[in-house]
C-alpha cells in the first residue's frame, strides 16, 4: 500500500481576518483525504501548513512516517516558505493539487454580500490556482539546487 503525505497551504494571518474560511478549507482538504483512502491508500494528512514554524513541525510527522509522496493541496493564497521546509525535509516527489471545491465562484451570491471583507474570505475559499504558478516555478528551482 503506498503511503501518502497530504498537506494543504494558507496564511496564518487570514484566519482571524476571514470567520469560517480556517474551517472551511480544513473541509475541503478532508475531502481529498477521503477520496484518497478510498482509493486504497495510506493517507497522513497533517491539515493545513500556514506559517513556516508550522512547516517545519509538519515536515517532521511526514518525514517520521516515511511517506512515498507528497501532496501539496493549495486551499488558498500562501507563501513559499509554506512549503520550502516541507519539501525539503521530506525529499519525495511532490505533487501539486490545484483543485477548486466547486467549478465557479457563484458571482450572482458572491455580488450580493455587500461586504468587501465577507468577499474577499469567499474569493480566497475559491484561491486555489493563484499560488500554483509561483508554486511550480518555486519547486522547480528548488529541484535544480538540490541536484546541483
Not at 481529498?32 to 497533517?46: D, H, L, Q, R, W
Not at 509538519?58 to 513559499?80: G, N
Not at 525535509?89 to 471545491?101: E, G, R, T, Y
Request: with cysteine; glycine share 6%.
Amino acid at each position: 500500500m503506498i503511503k501518502v503525505g497530504l498537506f494543504g497551504i494558507g496564511l496564518d494571518t487570514y484566519w482571524p481576518q476571514f470567520e469560517g474560511l480556517l474551517e472551511r478549507l480544513e473541509g475541503y482538504q478532508q475531502q481529498i483525504a477521503t477520496k484518497m483512502e478510498s482509493f486504497g491508500a495510506e493517507v497522513v494528512n497533517v491539515g493545513l501548513v500556514d506559517s513556516p514554524v508550522v512547516a517545519r513541525e509538519k515536515a517532521e510527522v511526514l518525514k517520521k512516517e516515511d511517506v512515498d509522496i507528497l501532496f501539496l493541496y493549495i486551499s488558498t493564497y500562501a507563501l513559499s516558505s509554506t512549503v520550502l521546509p516541507v519539501v525539503q525535509k521530506v525529499k519525495c516527489p511532490v505533487v501539486i493539487l490545484n483543485i477548486q471545491p466547486v467549478a465557479a465562484i457563484d458571482y450572482e451570491s458572491f455580488n450580493a454580500l455587500g461586504d468587501r471583507g465577507k468577499m474577499t474570505g469567499e474569493w480566497l475559499a475559491h484561491c486555489q490556482a493563484c499560488s500554483v504558478p509561483n508554486l511550480r516555478m518555486f519547486l522547480i528551482v528548488q529541484e535544480l539546487i538540490m541536484n546541483l
